[in-house]
């Protein structure tokens, strides 16, 4: 009867350990990600062709290729995702940026510390 109730505790606390883990993971660097500093961006001085660019931060990394044609955006696509993704979420940034021609467009909502992260990516991508 001991060993099993030494099983269990073991069971309890690995779980505990992980959910604690996980949480540090998903949440580490969200602070910090809600206050990155999106600048805008200039199309028309860029010549047709896909730029790349990239976001380093933790599980909102992602590399996005960027297609200017006719000094515009005509498109944008991902290259390395986030962590958790979710093409909702990108569709409607990447549809909001095409419209506005830059990257001064509001995140979308509940999900502004990726959404800020594509915007980075996107940022870097002609700004280079």
Do not use: H
Request: net charge positive; no cysteine; charged share 25%.
């Amino acid at each position: 009867m001991r060993g099993i109730l030494k099983v269990i505790l073991l069971i309890i606390v690995v779980l505990v350990v992980a959910a604690a883990a996980g949480f540090f993971y998903l949440t580490r660097g969200l602070e910090a990600g809600a206050k990155v500093r999106v600048n805008g961006i200039d199309p028309t001085s860029k010549s047709d062709g896909t730029y790349e660019g990239t976001y380093n931060a933790g599980r909102w990394t992602n590399k996005v290729a960027v297609t200017v044609k006719g000094r515009k955006i005509t498109d944008i696509k991902i290259i390395k995702d986030v962590t958790i993704a979710k093409s909702e979420i990108s569709d409607a940034l990447f549809k909001s940026v095409i419209k506005a021609q830059n990257t001064t467009v509001d995140t979308v909502s509940s999900a502004t510390v990726t959404s800020k992260a594509y915007l980075k990516a996107i940022e870097n991508a002609l700004s280079k």
